[in-house]
């Protein structure tokens, strides 16, 4: 996928297009791929589970506490229940990758 405009979105069917084009797989036959793995991630993450994709990168859930917010129109203090939040930390390979396409755009 040689995708390079600002603001681009990669779609599931973008991506199920890719895995038939590059891997051979009928279109319904990579479509189930990228669902079903996909569907890994996201179960192993309601798990509390590291999903790590070799130079790529992680993604993990993290729980935040409670915590007293501010609302920033009228400066009034908000309680912030504790909750979970999704992180990704991107691999080296995938920052250098990164950072190499944007020497190549200047």
Do not use: C
Request: hydrophobic share 40%; glycine share 8%.
């Amino acid at each position: 996928m040689g995708v390079h405009m600002a603001g681009h979105t990669v779609t599931r069917a973008q991506l199920s297009e890719s895995v038939y084009e590059e891997v051979g797989l009928s279109r319904n036959e990579s479509a189930e791929l990228v669902e079903s793995v996909l569907d890994e991630m996201i179960a192993a993450l309601a798990r509390g589970e590291m999903v790590k994709i070799s130079s790529f990168g992680s993604f993990s859930v993290r729980q935040k506490g409670r915590r007293v917010g501010r609302n920033p129109k009228t400066g009034d203090e908000v309680p912030i229940l504790p909750r979970k939040v999704l992180v990704f930390r991107p691999s080296h390979v995938l920052k250098n990758k990164i950072n190499a396409t944007l020497s190549d755009d200047a």
